[in-house]
Antibody
Framework: QVQLHESGPGLVKPSETLSLTCTVSGGSIGYYYWSWIRQPPGKGLEWIGYIYDNDNTNYNPSLKSRVTMSLDTSKNQFSLRLTSVTAADTAVYYC???????????WGQGALVTVSS | IQLTQSPSSLPASVGDRVTITCRAGQGISSALAWFQQKPGKAPKLLIYDASTLESGVPSRFSGSGSGTDFILTISSVQPEDFAIYYCQQFKSYPITFGQGTRLEIK
């Protein structure tokens, strides 16, 4: 059974960089696509992007200029960096497996990140 | 690709048959999934490829449609089904979601 777990600071100051890591257990991180999705409090879901094999990424154009994803196969982890954050980036951030590069089948429990000074 | 769900809120009683509609702004073939989200929890995959039931999901859930119009049906609502439901398209990137439909107790 694949399990995912997000970790990282729960509070980030405006203009700084949000960094989150997703640790995958129950299966190898290789051969799959991995995604980040976020959900502002009380609102809907926004897909941030995916990473595959470390040099294959696809980011949502709405965030592309500020997003970087990376993969660490030795630790079975993948990461998200979002620069120049504002209050609008306050959200629960989910990591998920993107099976066949299309279907979000396994999700982490989510990590709330608040942007505030 | 924009996805529009209707209704936004759906009052129902246990045992009711309910349907939720998702309309895509352009044709997406069968590249659609449905998720259920309960408060404080991650979304759970119910259906993919418009009509394929994810393993372990009760058979009272079903999906249909192709092109631009899709339907999620719950044949007999159970107490644990009250939640928010989202559709999601994967025909083209960026992946997008509908705005959600809240299934609530009547």
């Amino acid at each position: 059974q694949v399990q995912l777990h997000e970790s990282g600071p729960g509070l980030v100051k405006p203009s700084e960089t949000l960094s989150l890591t997703c640790t995958v257990s129950g299966g190898s991180i290789g051969y799959y696509y991995w995604s980040w999705i976020r959900q502002p409090p009380g609102k809907g879901l926004e897909w941030i992007g995916y990473i595959y094999d470390n040099d294959n990424t696809n980011y949502n154009p709405s965030l592309k200029s500020r997003v970087t994803m990376s993969l660490d196969t030795s630790k079975n982890q993948f990461s998200l960096r979002l620069t120049s954050v504002t209050a609008a980036d306050t959200a629960v951030y989910y990591c998920a497996r993107l099976w066949r590069a299309t279907t979000l089948d396994y999700w982490g429990q989510g990590a709330l990140v608040t942007v505030s000074s | 690709i924009q996805l529009t769900q209707s209704p936004s809120s759906l009052p129902a009683s246990v045992g009711d048959r309910v349907t939720i509609t998702c309309r895509a702004g352009q044709g997406i073939s069968s590249a659609l999934a449905w998720f259920q989200q309960k408060p404080g929890k991650a979304p759970k995959l119910l259906i993919y490829d418009a009509s394929t039931l994810e393993s372990g999901v009760p058979s009272r859930f079903s999906g249909s449609g192709s092109g631009t119009d899709f339907i999620l049906t719950i044949s007999s609502v159970q107490p644990e089904d009250f939640a928010i439901y989202y559709c999601q398209q994967f025909k083209s990137y960026p992946i997008t979601f509908g705005q959600g439909t809240r299934l609530e107790i009547k």
